[in-house]
């Protein structure tokens, strides 16, 4: 699709033979846009090493699945929930909590992103990323808080500037 706001012969030269022409009478046009992509790489690369909630009923069960891939996981290695899940497809409606996470695996780094939402860590992960220090070497000027054992930024949306961490 070509669109031009220009004299009708410098439009000619972008058109094809094949391209209808419309005349817009001074109207605007947005096209409309298909996102249409894969995470290949990302994906690719990890993708028997993540873990898959598609479908997973209930935090219990989700927190038993972070269990048996501590059981196989190389020391300090990540265990990853990466999109793919969301709080609300759960019984309880929620995510699993921090203290959750540390009772089913304390040993290794836990991450788990519900969509673009928000993201979940326990306190091996906390710890390997310094989240502290990242945090204010991002943005030195905001305060953060804890709150019964999570850090909490002000933001609750990945779009509105910073994510959410649990």
Known sequence: MTIRRTPEAHVAAYCGRRERRRDLRQRRVIPGLIDGHIHAVRAGACWDRELHWTGMPDVAAALDSIRAAAGSCQPGEWIRAV?????SQ????????????????????????????????????????RLRLFLSAVDPGREYEQLDGWLRHGQTRFGDGMPRFR
């Open 90 to 129: 759960f019984t309880e409606g929620r995510s699993p909590t921090r203290g959750e996470l540390d009772d089913a695996c304390p040993d290794h780094p836990v991450y788990l992103q519900a969509l673009y939402q928000h993201a979940v860590l326990n306190s091996a992960a906390q710890l390997t990323i």
């Open 83 to 87: 999109g793919g899940w969301h709080p």
